[in-house]
């Protein structure tokens, strides 16, 4: 089975133009297939604002009432996506920018509505890479944004790491994959601010549980670890191996 | 060889809702390889105001600042398009959208500065529908938005109308290609308001010459004869026959 590397690249990365040129450099360095998926939601937040458009979130997550879904379609789907796959293209990559709705690539549910009405959410419900792969057989380089549809003609937020890691696993049946989370640390951080090198399943609760690791660095290493027992075949945050 | 239709739909369509499901209705019934180019004028102008940012306009040709360059990467690339995949999917057809810079579909040269600076505005130097014909041999119909790179790094806004003209000329070498314009009106209307059910390249001369067809019209019917030439099959300028 043929190696493919997927890097997901946090909106810190994409939206620091050096960081972003240093990326992509790397990227394209990358030999065979790959496939980069990005975030945007601080270019997101500052067009809302240039709009009048209210930003709301609750604990770290936006909230996408129709006004937001509007915003985060033009930044993640036209502005930040558009401009990396020229980035791309003059870097010699074959890049091809999609969003989830593009070849019915990720199907999605509306989150429901429980304590918190998340809005035009996405909670993703199939993948199918089948033209992916077939693109990527010939040498195309997808740049997916965060954006995805309910197969009813909206379109819906959807995490950019759930996307990583679904996009993964889902070529986990075409390729031996790596999954790596660039972000705008090292990798994770112990509380001395110290990259930790490896995390497998065990040491994870106990990292938790000292406190070493909170926040959003808890689902982030709860879906890499998810992402392996599915058929990624490894997975980094930053430079952490988490295995 | 198998037939494909190319529909270029103006921005008066996609922008009316009513008017956007009728085409996408009509769209979606059309049998085999099929692909959509559109355009997106008075969104990016209504968006453009809405940031604060002026609309240049220079004999009906947009002016493509960098701010400019923004908005219309914002609307075409992003919600204009993604929104016209989302419908599409809805409708059963496997719909992805691309810009340009996509598969390097459309390489562009930036217009040179003569009388008027028309800023970040591509000329096209050069089509490669290789791997668009693929996704139309899988069952995939494209969604065109009218952007393209300069194969350096730049996005460049382009006239959608030679998008479509350009692609369509592309494809010949694959499909017999039809290509159809659908605007606000019904076809090319002679001084009555009467539809002309066909024009070929001596009756263009004197409806130039008696006045009746007139301002923008006559780039549209001139390239329409142009593609024609070019390994295009047929052409319609809404229901007026160019041949």
Same mark, same amino acid.
């Given at each position: 089975m043929e190696s493919l590397k997927l890097i997901k690249a946090g909106g810190a990365?994409?939206?620091?133009?050096?960081a972003c040129a240093a990326l992509l450099k790397d990227f394209a360095a990358i030999q065979g297939p790959k496939v980069l998926v990005h975030g945007g939601g601080r270019s997101a937040s500052a067009l809302a604002a240039r709009m009048g458009i209210p930003v709301k979130m609750?604990?770290?997550?936006?909230?996408?009432? %129709?006004?937001?879904?509007?915003? *985060?379609?033009? #930044?993640?789907?036209?502005?930040?996506?558009? /401009? !990396?796959?020229? %980035?791309?293209?003059?870097?010699? *990559?074959?890049? #091809?920018?999609?969003?989830?709705?593009?070849? /019915? !690539?990720?199907?999605?549910?509306?989150?429901p509505v429980g304590e918190v009405d998340y809005g035009y959410v996405g909670d993703v419900r199939k993948v199918d890479v089948s033209l992916l792969s077939l693109l990527l057989d010939k040498g195309a380089v997808p740049v997916i944004a965060p954006l995805s549809h309910d197969g009813k003609g909206c379109l819906l937020n959807v995490n950019a790491d759930t996307i990583a890691a679904e996009v993964a696993q889902a070529l986990g049946a075409y390729y031996r994959v790596s999954l790596?989370?660039?972000f705008e640390k090292e990798g994770v951080l112990d509380s001395n601010g110290n990259l930790i090198p490896e995390i497998?399943?065990?040491?994870?609760?106990?990292?938790?549980?000292s406190g070493a690791v909170s926040g959003g660095m808890v689902p982030k290493i709860h879906n890499a670890l998810e992402a392996l027992g599915r058929g990624v075949g490894e997975v980094y945050i930053g430079k952490t191996l988490i295995h």
């Open positions: 990365i994409i939206e620091d133009p050096e609750v604990e770290g997550r936006r909230i996408t009432d %129709s006004a937001m879904l509007e915003v *985060v379609t033009m #930044v993640y789907g036209g502005l930040v996506n558009k /401009n !990396l796959v020229a %980035s791309l293209q003059a870097l010699g *990559v074959n890049a #091809v920018g999609l969003a989830g709705a593009d070849l /019915n !690539l990720i199907l999605c549910d509306r989150r790596e989370y660039r497998d399943s065990d040491s994870f609760i106990s990292l938790k549980a």
